[in-house]
């Protein structure tokens, strides 16, 4: 069996590392991996495939710095290339991104097989593009991977018992990623303090918007006061608040990669955040996560009393915050899987 997977972005390499890893344990497999370069990204050296145990792809598209349009349609024009020359099996996706869709849609139009990992979420925010992605991937793909009984439950209510196709929760493939790079984290080089706050904003909903941003760094003003907070400074953010002309306090250090990252969370008192993927991986360690968005693909955080949704403009974030930080919180639940989703995902693709 032969699958060609499409790769967009840097947190996508981290989630099919896992199932790239399974797959080295059968011969009668082949993966082909196919970068399009959506997000361009300089950490993404010959370093960062080696430490991270990743393979590195076999084809690199570097299709960025476009409209949604053409950067879709590039896509879509070379991935077909690549499908012809290849001829796998399977096309497997991940997410929500525009490399999702290109690669979906080139796939399904030469009658190829399609296999979506993170199927079935929804923010029901259709000015979000990823969620336009998600919709439109879903619809189309042949076996749909669920990360949670709640994506399955959206599917089920989208009708898609009538369509042919197989959806299935199979559990959280970030969550088998997080298992095998928590033995290997490493703590930033900067010295970090003892006790702090873990915070990320880069979401062009806050970044944008100047009366936003400046409230979020207000507030995160404030509750640096009481407890130390960290951001690893996105560019975008960065350059937003040299363009406003925002100052502040908190503790801003230069981004980090993903084995820091993780060595950050899992040390973190509490994690503010409008990162999607962030709201598990604080899951995931045990980390009480606010997220400074008005919804959330990942509701059944909400539902479990381990993440909150804060209004920037009309919450008082640190209050917010510093009142509920150490609040006892259940993690008990598996509601990300156990951490064997590769070996689900390859064991139904080989039999589908």
């Known amino acids: 069996m032969k699958i060609l997977t499409i790769i967009g972005a840097r947190p996508q390499f981290i989630k099919a590392a896992s199932l790239s890893r399974e797959i080295t344990n059968h011969t009668d497999v082949k993966e082909i991996i196919v970068h399009t370069g959506q997000h361009f990204d300089v950490n993404m050296s010959k370093v960062f495939f080696t430490e991270m145990q990743i393979p590195k792809p076999h084809y690199n598209l570097a299709i960025n710095n476009l409209g949604h349009g053409a950067m879709t349609g590039r896509m879509m024009e070379e991935i077909e290339k690549i499908l012809l020359k290849e001829n796998p099996d399977w096309l497997l996706v991940y997410g929500d991104t525009n490399s999702t869709l290109a690669g979906a849609l080139a796939a399904k139009k030469l009658h190829i097989k399609v296999a979506h990992v993170e199927a079935g979420l929804r923010s029901y925010n259709m000015k979000m593009p990823e969620e336009v992605n998600r919709i439109l991937t879903d619809r189309i793909s042949d076996v749909l991977f669920c990360p949670t009984q709640q994506a399955v439950d959206n599917l089920e209510n989208e009708g898609f018992k009538n369509f042919n196709s197989l959806f299935v929760n199979v559990g959280d493939i ?136 804060i209004n920037v403009l009309t919450d008082d974030i640190a209050t917010v915050v510093l009142n509920d930080i150490d609040k006892e919180l259940d993690f008990s639940e598996e509601i990300y899987g156990d951490g064997m989703t590769s070996k689900r995902i390859l064991d139904i693709l080989k039999n589908y």
Not at 176 to 196: G, M, V
Request: charged share 25%; hydrophobic share 40%; with cysteine.
């Open 174 to 309: 970030m969550y088998d990623s997080a298992l095998f790079y928590n033995s290997i984290a490493k703590q930033p080089e900067r010295s970090i303090p003892e006790d702090f706050i873990l915070a990320t904003i880069h979401r062009a909903e806050n970044t944008d918007d100047r009366s936003k941003l400046v409230r979020i760094f207000n507030e995160l003003d404030s509750i640096n006061q009481s407890v130390p907070v960290i951001i690893p400074l996105h560019p975008r953010t960065k350059k937003k608040l040299d363009e406003y002309q925002i100052t502040t306090q908190v503790n801003i250090i230069n981004p980090v990669g993903y084995l820091e990252m993780v060595w950050l969370i899992k040390n973190s008192n509490a994690v503010i955040t409008d990162s999607g993927g962030l709201q598990k991986e604080a899951y995931f360690f045990k980390k009480q996560c606010f997220t400074l968005r008005d919804e959330t693909e990942w509701v059944e955080l909400i539902d479990a009393g381990c993440n909150q949704l």
